[in-house]
């Protein structure tokens, strides 16, 4: 469970805080920090307008080269989703494929695959059914919806920015309503905007009272129209109606953890600000997205990690709720420590805290652009124990990228209760353990005597007596010889005496104990950690020309989506069929490579390659070795051509880095007529 | 575009043959062949009985070990939708790996990834709209749906098998409705149901009239419910629209080939026959699966392919259309002599169909149960230049996998025709090139003298007469001096003289030529592979014990699930150190394994993991050296412990096999208490 305002309200689902105002300095606090206000106080206008110039390069290049271009453009495109181009689709696969290696494989994981069209009955059971919402008015007369809250909030903020006129009272009941905007019920948003007589922003019509529209996109499985069904929101739920299957596939053991990566799908309705969509926000803020997702069950009573000391000595920008709520910056932190002094909840927490961290570091992500945010008490589930954001900056700010969460048994007891299959582990005793228990034994006699008819209502309704009522009625029973009692069943009071019901601890053996699993949630968006690593690779370099800026994708060779070129120097025979030679070992070596036979110039070449990522170029310029360049450094190298293959594999496999390679071979000096022409393209 | 009768209605498109029961011979022909008929004729019951009790082993194994369960079994299952559980899961990802190393990585295709919501407009243009339907009845009280072909099958069927009184007229009579099932109207459907009296099976109630049913999930994009969607049923469309950015990152050069992996969508309503849901179709007949798709777009005058001759030597069985009208069988041919003969229509698709080949035996495939069928004139749609299906036989009989369709510039032209984007390509000439063109010049003087305020609607169509119009026209105004035109614009003909237009071919220089490409589209139900290949590579052998059979899946390295398990012979300290040691040489080598601790004895061991396909195990009996075991042979060899790894990778990798690697290492000959405690399992 991931992103998304109405999934945070779906985490924090109910009971809504009846007094949100309480929680209003942690929300404003939360807005500042998600606008990078906090971090960096002086957001200048130059420093939002480089972010912006910067944001204009690396998207155009990335439209431009194809990473990813809205869908179905040709007929004018659909706010909020993409498609990936081949570069794009390149990088996906190697970031899934890590992601495979990272923590299916390396954790031995049991990976899932299920549909995303899913019927009513397990989305009702999740929450998601009543409680994925947004809260939206619609314009009276021409039917355009508004997100409710947006309206408020853009409303509020104008009155701030541009109204001199404001009375101190009203700028702090401006800044208040800021505040607690996420905090107020549909009646709460609906009487605001009454109040404040706010109109649809495009025809200044009257608006309709707050509604909720559920998020999820609504579907109909089979012919009859009457099985209601959705697109999954999240692939979580997949995994935990398999729970049983999976644990006992695990041999009955715990813990272990299931994974699956899939599409997930949220018809988010909040593509506009004043009713302009805002195209930029591209991976950010889509419809349809691929998660993969980790559901990692432990034992409740244990949740200790076996291989925590592999990660407990990394350190890594941390931003603890005592941090945030005391205006405090993220700082860097030991997990170890943060867990052994309570800051992390536990270590399979931190464990996980500790792996996301390698992966998104591994991808290319810089680690002073990541940082590990703690949710406040507010952001949370009331069942939740502790919950992390894996947070990336980039030029829309801190961006929410993986959740790191100990969601407790929620999810489990959940479509236990819905299903009525008991989704539970057991833990048999090595040997069986004494243990105290509770035993209620109603004398029957006694009680038909006093309530005859009602007798079994009375009965039944001492049996089910929680332990602590139990317990309060045992001793005032015996100081005070009788008790009244509620019977719900009867809609009353009864009065209880000292003969009716005996109420005592009693030692029992066992030899197993039955609980439900608790469950760490480790939740990837994959689409935002891959436009995260596109800011964080992007560079620009001048070229020849005067004011000439060339684009640059630094990946490391993991990510990049083609890992290699092949071009011949000049447009001749000899050369084109060791190109071709080189290109064969290569895809024999499974290395995604273009061989380039243009006769382009090889600057103009370097330049096109460069710009979608490509760590190393091969140049035929001769017949038995080659050159070989380096995306980042320009450096060259002369390799033998039947070595070439396995030099580039050595390379972007990870086993060496380029500075490794450099030294074993004999560098190439780049002559001027191959290093001038890159300022052509 | 792949699969179900529907997509085969709509591939066959408009205009519905107004006499369908002239094709009747060759669909009742290819009913047969589906069934197994043709190929096997004497399918005795024995036989049937022994493929039932081979799926049901097969099945009970695959569900047993999780490699696929109904979705959402706790909450009652949903029809046609599937999980894979963790070892179907790691099947499926080494098929798809495999995949895009055989076709994307080895072809150069340009890979995309789109979204399944598509807007309504997308699937309006390709046709899913409208014809994407089934015809279903409904049960007039109780609202449930039956497919209206199947009812009347169902029907038909039972009075000739189980009627002996029937005359040999309505023999006849049944035969041929079953023969031109397929191509029915609603309203010869509708009236051949109410001809025969034919009810609800299950309730005896009277039926509806027949409608079309859409076979796409519908929904809804954004707040507003006023754009409709649907969840694609194929993937191909998101590649069309694409056309003309892909065009241009391929250097507007042909041919190239874009290729998507994604989920598709069809909410069949076959499930039932006679109402009773067949839970036994399993991954053949799903709701929702795994499509990749290739669509190769070639110039339409020249379809050679230059890396032909890479598979012009492949023999395998095919199924020309003559062999299948004429009654033979399918038979082995050389794909470069079905080219060049003709019975391929051209050379592009030929290749695709040689590469298909090589694709699937090297997954695993029986070479002797895949045959490649030639579509009869009947299933192809009126635009298809040919088309061929790979079909794999399995217990349910020859099931169609990949289609392999040329299907000329339909597709493309359907996306420009509406989106008004021209969809493409163009060829530049070396040097221009002389053409003859029709240049229609109206005389605008004498037509506003002949029809005054009619002028330029009569002006219009003649500029926009076709060539042939224009040089009819040309001919009866040469012979006559005046014909009859039919001006649409005006509802009327009117009368044009020669002086009213000039029609003449004119030479003219051309410098490039524009057109539409064509698209060879080889596409593939993954799923489907995937279940045919767990048939073909399951089998059985005896155990230690009377009776006992040990299940088998003998999967090639590539497809298995997991490479390796590691095993301590017992359950001692410095073994499980050793195991660990190498569980992490494998994790390092990327090699998919699972240690197991659990001191099981070791015949219970491997018969476990060779019934998931496990390839090999190590079995750790010494702290230098260790066993390694295959699975199919059951030989074992001596390993060093430092060594195992790297051998265990080049064995799955497919560098080597296992008969290459036993002849380096020494023998290990099992004791005989390994051997005998397989029977315990």
């Given at each position: 469970m991931l992103l998304s305002s109405a999934s945070r309200a779906l985490a924090a689902a109910k009971p809504r805080s009846p007094e949100p105002f309480a929680a209003a300095a942690a929300v404003l606090l939360r807005r500042q920090l998600a606008a990078g206000m906090a971090a960096a106080p002086a957001s200048s206008a130059s420093a939002a307008g480089n972010r912006e110039a910067f944001?204009?390069?690396?998207?155009?290049?990335?439209?431009?080269?194809?990473?990813?271009?809205?869908?179905?453009?040709?007929?004018?495109?659909?706010?909020?989703?993409?498609?990936?181009?081949?570069?794009?689709?390149?990088?996906?696969?190697?970031?899934?494929?890590?992601?495979?290696?990272?923590?299916?494989?390396?954790?031995?994981?049991?990976?899932?695959?299920?549909?995303?069209v899913t019927p009513e009955v397990v989305l009702k059971a999740s929450g998601h059914v009543d409680k994925f919402t947004d809260l939206m008015v619609k314009d009276e007369k021409t039917g355009t919806c508004y997100r409710a809250d947006h309206l408020l909030k853009d409303f509020c903020k104008d009155k701030l920015e541009k109204d001199n006129?404001?009375?101190?009272?009203?700028?702090?009941?401006?800044?208040?309503?800021?505040?607690?905007?996420?905090?107020?019920?549909?009646?709460q948003l609906g009487a605001k905007i009454k109040e404040y007589g706010i109109v649809?922003?495009?025809?200044?019509?009257?608006?309709?009272?707050?509604?909720?529209?559920?998020?999820?996109?609504?579907?109909?499985?089979?012919?009859?129209?009457?099985?209601?069904?959705?697109?999954?929101?999240?692939?979580?739920?997949?995994?935990?109606?398999?729970?049983?299957?999976?644990?006992?596939?695990?041999?009955?053991?715990?813990?272990?953890?299931?994974?699956?990566?899939?599409?997930?799908?949220?018809?988010?309705?909040?593509?506009?600000?004043?009713?302009?969509?805002?195209?930029?926000?591209?991976?950010?803020?889509?419809?349809?997205?691929?998660?993969?997702?980790?559901?990692?069950?432990?034992?409740?009573?244990?949740?200790?990690?076996?291989?925590?000391?592999?990660?407990?000595?990394?350190?890594?920008?941390?931003?603890?709720?005592?941090?945030?709520?005391?205006?405090?910056?993220?700082?860097?932190?030991?997990?170890g420590q943060a867990v052994s002094e309570g800051t992390v909840n536990n270590e399979t927490l931190g464990y996980f805290i500790g792996r996301v961290y390698l992966f998104l570091t591994q991808l290319g992500i810089d680690k002073d652009r990541l940082r590990f945010r703690q949710h406040l008490p507010n952001e949370m589930a009331h069942y939740a124990a502790d919950c992390w954001d894996a947070e990336i900056e980039c030029s829309f700010g801190w961006i929410e990228c993986v959740g790191i969460a100990d969601r407790s048994a929620y999810d489990l007891r959940a479509h236990s209760d819905k299903s009525g299959v008991a989704l539970e582990a057991h833990e048999k005793f090595a040997e069986p353990r004494e243990v105290e228990k509770l035993v209620i034994t109603p004398s029957k006699k006694e009680l038909g005597l006093a309530f005859k008819g009602n007798q079994r209502m009375v009965l039944e309704a001492l049996e089910a007596m929680s332990e602590t009522e139990a317990l309060n009625m045992k001793s005032a029973l015996e100081s005070k010889g009788e008790v009244e009692f509620k019977v719900c069943t009867l809609g009353k009071d009864v009065t209880i005496k000292k003969s009716m019901v005996s109420i005592n601890m009693e030692k029992k053996k066992e030899h197993q104990r039955k609980f439900t699993p608790s469950v760490i949630e480790p939740s990837f968006g994959i689409g935002r950690i891959i436009y995260c690593l596109f800011e964080h690779c992007f560079y620009q370099r001048p070229g020849k020309a005067e004011d000439e800026q060339l684009n640059v994708f630094g990946f490391p060779p993991l990510v990049a989506p083609i890992k290699c070129t092949v071009f011949p120097l000049v447009k001749i025979e000899k050369f084109e069929v060791v190109a071709k030679k080189i290109s064969k070992a290569l895809t024999a070596a499974g290395i995604s490579h273009i061989i380039d036979m243009t006769g382009n110039t090889i600057g103009k070449r370097y330049a096109r390659t460069d710009e979608i990522g490509v760590p190393l170029a091969i140049t035929v310029d001769n017949t038995t070795s080659v050159t070989v360049r380096d995306r980042d450094s320009k450096d060259q190298i002369r390799v033998e051509v039947d070595e070439v293959a396995s030099v580039v594999k050595e390379v972007t496999d990870g086993q060496s880095t380029w500075a490794d390679i450099m030294w074993r071979y004999p560098a190439h000096t780049a002559s001027a007529a191959e290093e001038e022409e890159a300022s052509e393209t």
């Open positions: 944001r204009v390069a690396v998207t155009n290049t990335l439209e431009r080269r194809l990473f990813y271009v809205p869908s179905f453009k040709i007929y004018g495109g659909v706010a909020g989703l993409y498609d990936y181009g081949p570069p794009g689709c390149a990088v996906k696969a190697n970031v899934l494929a890590f992601w495979r290696q990272h923590f299916v494989l390396e954790e031995g994981m049991l990976e899932v695959d299920c549909p995303c006129t404001l009375s101190p009272e009203k700028t702090a009941e401006f800044n208040h309503v800021l505040a607690v905007l996420d905090d107020l019920s549909a009646e649809a922003p495009d025809t200044k019509n009257p608006l309709s009272d707050p509604y909720p529209f559920n998020l999820m996109f609504q579907t109909s499985i089979g012919p009859s129209g009457l099985s209601p069904g959705y697109m999954r929101p999240e692939t979580a739920q997949g995994i935990f109606v398999n729970f049983k299957d999976l644990y006992y596939y695990n041999g009955n053991k715990l813990p272990f953890a299931a994974a699956q990566i899939g599409q997930a799908f949220r018809n988010e309705a909040r593509f506009s600000q004043n009713g302009v969509i805002s195209p930029r926000q591209g991976l950010l803020r889509v419809r349809e997205f691929t998660l993969a997702e980790i559901e990692h069950f432990v034992d409740p009573e244990d949740k200790s990690h076996p291989k925590f000391r592999d990660v407990s000595d990394l350190e890594f920008l941390m931003f603890p709720r005592e941090q945030q709520l005391t205006g405090k910056s993220a700082m860097k932190l030991n997990i």
